[in-house]
């Protein structure tokens, strides 16, 4: 079981920046993706961004070129820097941890989410 500690959440002015950072429990899977989602009220979640550990990375469109996802893969953490934040990026953001697994199906871990709140 891996667990997920997120922190770096919180309110900013629009245009500001902020980083958040998510550490795994451990390093069980060889192959693994962490990444980010997110949620907004009333909406469903959606990915942001996401990094194998190979290095491959992959954004939505909303994010790209504001976000950038990163991670190191000895210590299991990963970071979202998010730049020029914008009122439409409020929401909870989650940790994901998903490890692949030879002839069986993935597994999703999550974190218990951090707020993220952008001011007009």
């Known amino acids: 079981q891996v667990q997920l500690v997120e922190s770096g959440g919180g309110l900013v002015q629009a245009g500001g920046s902020l980083r958040l950072s998510c550490a795994a429990s451990?390093?069980?899977?060889?192959?693994?993706?962490m990444g980010w989602y997110r949620q907004a009220p009333g909406e469903q979640r959606e990915l942001v961004a996401t990094?194998?550990?190979?290095?491959?990375?992959n954004y939505s469109d909303s994010v790209k070129g504001r976000f950038t996802i990163s991670r190191d893969n000895a210590k299991e953490i990963v970071w979202l820097q998010m730049n020029s934040l914008k009122p439409g990026d409020t929401a909870v953001y989650y940790c994901?941890?998903?490890?692949?697994?030879?002839?069986?199906?993935?597994?999703?871990?999550w974190g218990q989410g951090t707020q993220v709140t952008v001011s007009s």
């Open positions: 994901n941890y998903r490890g692949l697994r030879v002839g069986a199906p993935d597994l999703d871990f």
């Open positions: 451990e390093s069980t899977f060889t192959i693994n993706r």
């Open positions: 990094i194998w550990s190979t290095g491959y990375t």
